[in-house]
C-alpha cells in the first residue's frame, strides 16, 4: 500500500501469516499424497475454490465495514434460478448473466438499505433476506431444478471452459482480485471501506457518506454472489433452488483465515484470496487422501480455530 | 461521620494531580466542593471513596486513620458517591435496581420479595418520595433515578453521600424535591458532600465551601462569610502569563452566522457570528451545551429550530458532508473516538476527508497524497518518523495535531474547535494557539469551546458565555476578565 516503502509490522505479519499457513498445508498434503501437485488436480482445485473466492471478496468488503452478510447463498440461487429462467425463455444467455449479476446487486442494495436507512444490526438483517431470497428462489423455481438451458457456447464456457489451459471460472477469479484490489486499495471507496470499519462516527465526521458506501459495499456483495452463481449455473447446466446454502459460512471463514478482523478496518483481499485456497486445499487433499467427508467439516473446523488463536497470539 | 483529609498527594503518571489537599466534613454538614474543570474535586472524592489510593497523605475518620481500597469497602463503611452519570439499570424494576448486588435472599437461594418490598417502602418513606417499585427504572425521570440512588444509599446506612452535579439534568421541580430530601437527610445526620457548578444552589442550601484550584485547597469557609465574587475569584485566582502567543486580529465580514439555534433540553434560541480572521471563545460550565451547539452546527446532532448563513447567504447543513462542502471543519472533544481512526495511519487520518481532492475519478493519486500528508505533518511540526505510523501510537499532543492536520487541509472558512487543548501537554498548547493564528492571519474564522478560562482569555478576540442552553453574555477581548465569565457562565448577576 506505501509508496515511502516504509510498512508497519503489523501489516506485513496479517500478510505473511496467512501465506505461511497456505505453503505449509501445500507442503503437508503434497507429501502425503503426491498426486495432488498433478497439473490436471491443480487446475481442478483452482476451479473448485472460484465460487468461494469470489463469494468471500464481496464479504471481506463487507467485513472490512464491521458488517457481516449471510444472504450471499440465497443471493446466489435467486439469481442463479433468474438467470436460469430468462434463458429458458429465450433470453441471450450472456445478457442474462448480466441482468442476473445487477439483479444480485439491487438484492445486496437492499441489504444495504436495511442495514442504514433501517439501522438494522447486518447479521440480523441479512439473516431475514437470506431466508427471504431463499423462499423466493424455491417458490420460483416451485422447488424444482430449472434445466433446458441450451447450447450456448459462450455460456458453456463460463463455467466448464478453459481459456489458454486455464479453467475460465479460475481466469474470471484472478480477473475479479486485480479488480478488486485496485478498488481496495487504489480509489477513494476502498479508503472509505476501511476508515468505516475503523471508526464509523470518524468516518461520518470527516464528511464520508457512510450509508452510500455501505448500501455499495453490500451491492458489491450481492454482485459478486450473483456471478458465482453464473459461474455454476454453467457448471451445472442448470439452476439448483437449494444452490449456495451454507456458502456464507465458507466465505466468511475465507475472510477470516485471511487475517482480515470480524470487527472491521483491518484486512486485506489477497489475505481473503489465500484463505479460499486453503479452504480449498482441505476439501481437495483431504478428499485425495480419502478422510470422509464428515470428518472433513471436523478438519476444517479445528483448522479455522487455530488460525484464529495464531493471529490473536499476533495480536497480543 | 466525620471526615479528615490531610495533606493528600495524587499524581496519575507525570501528571500531579493533587497537592496538599486537605478537606475536613462535619457530621449533619452540607459541604460545597468547587473548583474549575480538572482542579481535581473528583480525584480528591474519588480518593475518600477508594477508587483511587493518595500518594500520601492521611484520611482521618471520626479521628482513625483509615483508607479504603475499593468503593465497595468504602460504600460498606457508609460512604456513598452518586456520580454524575446515574448507575441505574433501565430495563430492571425500580425494586431491583434497588436491591442490585445486594438482593436478600432465604437459604434456598430464592428472593425474599416481601423482605424487600418492605424495605424499599421504608427508605422512600424517609424520603417522602413516592415511586412505583415494579416499574421500569428507565421509565422514571432522571430526578426520580436520582432518588432510587440515594435509597441505594441509604440502604447501606451511608453516613457521608457525595453527589457529583446532582442537579445538571434534573428540571426546577425536581431540585426543590431534591434539596427537601438533602434537608431530610441533614436533620437524620447525614453529611453531604455537594460538587456543583452552580452559584445559586451552593448558596442555599450548603452550610460550608471549599474551593479548590490546580490540585490544592485554596480554603474552606462558611457559605454565609462569603460572596459570590469572592468563591469566583478563588476558583480563578491565577495569572495569566505569556503561554499564549501575541494576536493581532484584522476581522473580515461575517463568516458564519448562527440565529436562534434551538433543541429542547440542549440549548435554546442560540444566536452569535464569527468573523474571517477572528476567534470566538465559547465558554461556559460542563454540560451548558455548548458542544451541542456545535455539533448542531455541523449537522453532527439535529436541532429544532435554527437557520444557518454563510458569508451572508443562508445554509442547510444536515450531515457532516454537507458541512465540509460548505467549507466548515469541526474538531470534536472527544478525538480518539471521534477524530481520529486509531488504527489507521497518520497518513490516512490525514488523508481522510481530503482524498477526494487528492483523487480523479474515484482512484487516489498516491504521490500527490503523499506529498499532501508530507507538507501538513512539516507544517504542524507532527513529531513522528513516518507517515505510516499508527495514530494509535502518537502522544495526545501529537494526535490532535494529526486532526487538526485533517480539517487545516480541507483549507476550510470556518474551524469549530472543541476543547483543542484538553489532554495536550503545554508545549504542544502553544504549538496549537499559535497554528491558530496563523489560521486566522489567512482569514479562517474560528470558533474556539474551551473550559479553560485562561486560554479562553488568551486566544479570543470576542468571548460567548453559555448557561444552561441560553446565551447568558457576550465580551469582547477588552471587557473579558475571568471573573465576569464565571459569573455569567455560573447564572449570577
Known amino acids: 500500500m506505501s509508496k515511502s516503502g516504509v510498512r508497519p509490522l503489523s501489516d506485513m505479519a496479517q500478510k505473511m501469516g496467512p501465506l505461511l499457513g497456505l505453503i505449509i498445508l501445500v507442503l503437508i498434503v503434497s507429501i502425503l499424497n503426491p498426486s495432488f501437485l498433478a497439473p490436471l488436480n491443480i487446475l481442478n482445485l483452482l476451479r473448485q475454490v472460484a465460487i468461494n473466492a469470489l463469494i468471500a471478496y464481496g464479504m471481506t468488503f463487507v467485513i472490512l465495514t464491521g458488517g457481516i452478510d449471510l444472504s450471499v447463498g440465497s443471493i446466489l440461487a435467486l439469481s442463479s434460478a433468474l438467470m436460469a429462467g430468462m434463458m429458458v425463455s429465450g433470453i441471450d444467455p450472456i445478457l442474462a448473466i448480466l441482468i442476473g449479476c445487477l439483479l444480485g446487486a439491487l438484492m445486496g442494495a437492499v441489504n444495504g438499505l436495511l442495514i442504514t436507512k433501517g439501522k438494522m444490526a447486518p447479521f440480523i438483517a441479512t439473516l431475514a433476506t437470506m431466508t427471504i431470497y431463499r423462499g423466493l428462489t424455491l417458490t420460483y423455481t416451485d422447488g424444482n431444478p430449472i434445466t433446458g438451458l441450451g447450447d450456448d457456447y459462450m455460456f458453456q464456457l463460463f463455467g466448464r471452459g478453459y481459456f489458454l489451459g486455464i479453467p475460465v471460472p479460475a481466469v474470471t477469479m484472478i480477473i475479479a482480485f486485480v479488480v478488486l484490489w485496485v478498488i481496495l486499495h487504489k480509489t477513494t471507496?476502498?479508503?472509505?471501506?476501511?476508515?468505516?470499519?475503523?471508526?464509523?462516527?470518524?468516518?461520518?465526521?470527516?464528511?464520508?457518506?457512510?450509508?452510500?458506501?455501505?448500501?455499495?459495499?453490500?451491492?458489491?456483495?450481492?454482485?459478486?454472489?450473483?456471478?458465482?452463481?453464473?459461474?455454476?449455473?454453467?457448471?451445472?447446466?442448470?439452476?439448483?433452488?437449494?444452490a449456495g446454502e451454507s456458502y456464507e459460512l465458507d466465505a466468511i471463514a475465507a475472510v477470516v483465515l485471511g487475517g482480515t478482523s470480524l470487527a472491521g478496518g483491518r484486512g486485506l483481499i489477497i489475505g481473503t484470496l489465500i484463505g479460499a485456497l486453503i479452504i480449498g486445499i482441505l476439501n481437495n487433499g483431504l478428499n485425495l487422501l480419502g478422510v470422509s467427508s464428515f470428518f472433513q467439516m471436523v478438519v476444517k473446523g479445528i483448522v479455522i480455530v487455530i488460525a484464529v488463536l495464531l493471529d490473536r497470539k499476533k495480536a497480543a | 461521620m466525620q471526615v479528615e483529609m490531610q495533606d493528600i498527594h495524587k499524581a496519575f503518571g507525570k501528571n500531579q494531580v493533587l497537592t496538599g489537599v486537605h478537606f475536613e466534613l462535619l457530621p449533619g454538614e452540607i459541604h460545597a466542593l468547587m473548583g474549575e474543570n480538572g482542579a481535581g474535586k473528583s480525584t480528591l472524592m474519588n480518593i475518600l471513596t477508594g477508587l483511587h489510593q493518595a500518594d500520601r497523605g492521611t484520611i482521618l475518620i471520626n479521628g482513625k486513620e483509615r483508607s479504603f481500597s475499593s468503593p465497595k469497602e468504602a460504600e460498606q463503611n457508609g460512604m456513598a458517591f452518586i456520580?454524575?452519570?446515574?448507575?441505574?439499570?433501565?430495563?430492571?424494576?425500580?425494586?431491583?435496581?434497588?436491591?442490585?448486588?445486594?438482593?436478600?435472599?432465604?437459604?434456598?437461594?430464592?428472593?425474599?420479595?416481601?423482605?424487600?418490598?418492605?424495605?424499599?417502602?421504608?427508605?422512600?418513606?424517609?424520603?417522602?418520595?413516592?415511586?412505583?417499585?415494579?416499574?421500569?427504572?428507565?421509565?422514571?425521570?432522571?430526578?426520580?433515578?436520582?432518588?432510587?440512588e440515594i435509597a441505594k444509599a441509604l440502604m447501606v446506612n451511608a453516613e457521608v453521600i457525595i453527589m457529583d452535579e446532582p442537579t445538571a439534568a434534573l428540571t426546577d421541580r425536581e431540585i426543590a424535591k431534591l434539596f427537601e430530601v438533602i434537608e431530610t437527610l441533614r436533620k437524620q445526620g447525614v453529611s453531604i458532600v455537594y460538587i456543583s457548578h452552580r452559584m445559586e444552589e451552593i448558596f442555599t442550601i450548603c452550610d460550608r465551601i471549599t474551593v479548590m484550584r490546580d490540585g490544592q485547597t485554596v480554603d474552606t469557609t462558611k457559605i454565609a462569610d462569603t460572596t459570590f465574587d469572592e468563591v469566583v475569584k478563588k476558583m480563578v485566582g491565577r495569572e495569566l502569563k505569556d503561554r499564549f502567543p501575541a494576536r493581532a486580529a484584522s476581522l473580515g465580514e461575517v463568516a458564519l452566522e448562527v440565529r436562534n439555534f434551538t433543541r429542547k433540553g440542549a440549548f435554546e434560541n442560540i444566536s452569535f457570528s464569527v468573523r474571517a480572521g477572528e476567534i470566538v471563545g465559547v465558554s461556559g460550565l460542563m454540560g451548558a451545551g455548548r458542544t451541542e451547539i456545535m455539533r448542531a452546527i455541523f449537522g453532527l446532532d439535529r436541532m429544532d429550530s435554527g437557520e444557518l448563513y454563510r458569508n451572508g447567504k443562508k445554509i442547510k447543513v444536515h450531515s457532516p458532508g454537507e458541512a465540509v462542502k460548505h467549507g466548515i471543519g469541526l474538531i470534536t472533544e472527544d478525538r480518539k473516538d471521534e477524530g481520529l481512526i486509531l488504527d489507521f495511519s497518520i497518513r490516512?487520518?490525514?488523508?481522510?476527508?481530503?482524498?477526494?481532492?487528492?483523487?480523479?475519478?474515484?482512484?487516489?493519486?498516491?504521490?500527490?497524497?503523499?506529498?499532501?500528508?508530507?507538507?501538513?505533518?512539516?507544517?504542524?511540526?507532527?513529531?513522528?518518523?513516518?507517515?505510516?505510523?499508527?495514530?494509535?501510537?502518537?502522544?495526545?499532543?501529537?494526535?490532535?495535531?494529526?486532526?487538526?492536520a485533517k480539517w487545516i487541509g480541507t483549507n476550510p472558512d470556518v474551524l469549530i474547535l472543541d476543547e483543542p487543548t484538553r489532554g495536550v501537554d503545554v508545549g504542544a498548547k502553544r504549538e496549537i494557539y499559535a497554528l491558530m493564528n496563523e489560521l486566522t492571519d489567512r482569514g479562517v474564522a474560528i470558533v474556539m469551546v474551551s473550559s479553560e478560562l485562561p486560554e479562553v482569555l488568551g486566544m479570543s478576540d470576542r468571548v460567548i458565555v453559555i448557561h444552561e442552553g441560553k446565551l447568558s453574555g457576550e465580551l469582547s477581548r477588552e471587557e473579558a476578565t475571568q471573573e465576569k465569565i464565571m459569573t455569567l457562565a455560573t447564572g449570577g448577576e
Not at chain 2, 93 to 110: A, P, S, W, Y
Not at chain 2, 135 to 141: F, H, K, V
Not at chain 2, 380 to 392: N, Y
Not at chain 2, 395 to 403: L, M, P, R, W
Open chain 2, 83 to 148: 456520580h454524575q452519570e446515574l448507575n441505574v439499570w433501565p430495563g430492571m424494576t425500580v425494586l431491583e435496581n434497588l436491591f442490585l448486588g445486594r438482593e436478600l435472599k432465604n437459604g434456598f437461594g430464592f428472593l425474599k420479595m416481601k423482605e424487600m418490598k418492605a424495605l424499599a417502602k421504608e427508605q422512600f418513606e424517609r424520603l417522602d418520595v413516592d415511586i412505583p417499585l415494579e416499574q421500569e427504572a428507565g421509565l422514571c425521570s432522571v430526578g426520580q433515578q436520582q432518588m432510587i
Open chain 2, 348 to 404: 490516512h487520518n490525514i488523508a481522510l476527508p481530503n482524498v477526494e481532492g487528492l483523487s480523479s475519478k474515484g482512484f487516489i493519486d498516491g504521490k500527490e497524497e503523499q506529498q499532501f500528508v508530507e507538507d501538513l505533518i512539516k507544517r504542524l511540526t507532527i513529531k513522528t518518523e513516518s507517515a505510516e505510523t499508527s495514530a494509535g501510537n502518537l502522544s495526545g499532543g501529537n494526535q490532535q495535531k494529526v486532526v487538526l
Open chain 1, 189 to 242: 471507496f476502498g479508503r472509505y471501506t476501511y476508515a468505516i470499519g475503523g471508526n464509523e462516527k470518524a468516518a461520518w465526521i470527516s464528511g464520508i457518506k457512510v450509508t452510500k458506501v455501505k448500501i455499495m459495499v453490500y451491492s458489491l456483495a450481492g454482485l459478486l454472489s450473483a456471478l458465482a452463481g453464473a459461474i455454476l449455473t454453467s457448471r451445472l447446466n442448470s439452476a439448483q433452488p437449494t
